[in-house]
């Protein structure tokens, strides 16, 4: 049983203040949706969890399992069970997926994995989400489609196993085949039990497929509204609207 606990996070960038007191708990078994229109902050919030430098954190907490998350390096970070998926994920020149997949989850667990197991444990994960067996050579995100990126994202997640997977736009740029395979993926990955999920999207087209237990609307770097999953039908229907004038007036 893991808790990710944010606590009144106040982030900037630079001198300009993006997050304003965000206050979030995750636990292990939930997942969590969090929706909310373009530059609302949502990136920030997982950036600023993660442990990006461009983003200072200016006042408020946040604890997994009780441990102050940001005293940590980005690298302590994944070791205490913290996992982001990157809205866009950056390109490893040199580096395969098999030795950049291998070295994280050396990094994460602390010893390396055999050849031998990680080979059958990275083919089993690839099979599960359909990728081309060739793609374990290819250079890390280098010339990767959209869909493959997700897909690769969804890889790391099911070898890693992280305590909370925080996924940003993991459904962006993705047609309704990948849009599938993906979140299949990630509700295979769930069904486990042993993770919490916050699941970052503009749009509430991923929400049919994974089904989030709490729905938090995001605006103007604040949570403005929260509820069950019937929040998304109801962002669905009318939109964000009402929750930018609401926040422009906070
Ligand atoms: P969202 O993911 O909801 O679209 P972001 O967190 O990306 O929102 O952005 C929120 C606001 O913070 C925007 O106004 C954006 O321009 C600003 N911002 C985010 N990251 C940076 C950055 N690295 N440098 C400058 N401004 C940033
Ligand atoms: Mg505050
Ligand atoms: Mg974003």
């Given at each position: ?10 982030v ?13 708990t ?51 970070r ?38 031998r197991?990680?080979?059958?444990e990275l ?32 890889l ?24 599938r ?9 769930r069904a ?21 237990d ?28 009402a ?8």
């Open positions: 049983m893991s808790t990710l606990e944010i606590r009144d996070l106040h900037a960038v630079g001198d300009k203040e993006i997050l304003r007191g965000v206050d979030l995750v636990r292990s078994g939930e997942t969590h949706a969090i929706m909310g229109p373009n530059g609302s902050g949502k990136s920030t919030l997982a950036y600023a969890v993660a442990g990006h430098p461009k983003y200072t954190i200016t006042s408020g907490s946040v604890l997994l399992d009780g441990e102050d998350l940001l005293e940590m390096s980005v690298d302590e994944a070791r205490a069970g913290l996992f982001l998926a990157m809205q866009y994920p950056v390109e490893v020149p040199g580096v395969s997926v098999s030795n950049f997949l291998r070295s994280a989850i050396t990094a994460v667990r602390g010893e390396a994995p055999k050849l197991d990680f080979a059958k083919k089993s994960g690839m099979d599960a989400l359909s990728i081309d067996p060739a793609f374990a050579q290819r250079n890390t995100n280098e010339g990767f489609s959209g869909g493959e990126k997700k897909r690769h994202e969804i790391q997640l099911e070898l890693l196993k992280p305590k909370i997977a925080v996924l940003d736009e993991t459904d962006s740029g993705l047609d309704v085949d990948a849009l395979v993906v979140s299949e993926g990630i509700n295979r990955f486990s039990g042993d993770t919490g999920v916050l699941l970052i999207t503009h749009y509430t087209r991923i929400l049919r497929y994974v089904k989030p709490f729905v938090h609307v995001f605006a103007g770097g604040r949570v403005v509204e929260e509820g069950g999953p019937e929040l998304a039908d109801k962002l669905e229907n009318e939109g964000y609207e929750y930018t004038t609401k926040a422009a007036s906070a």
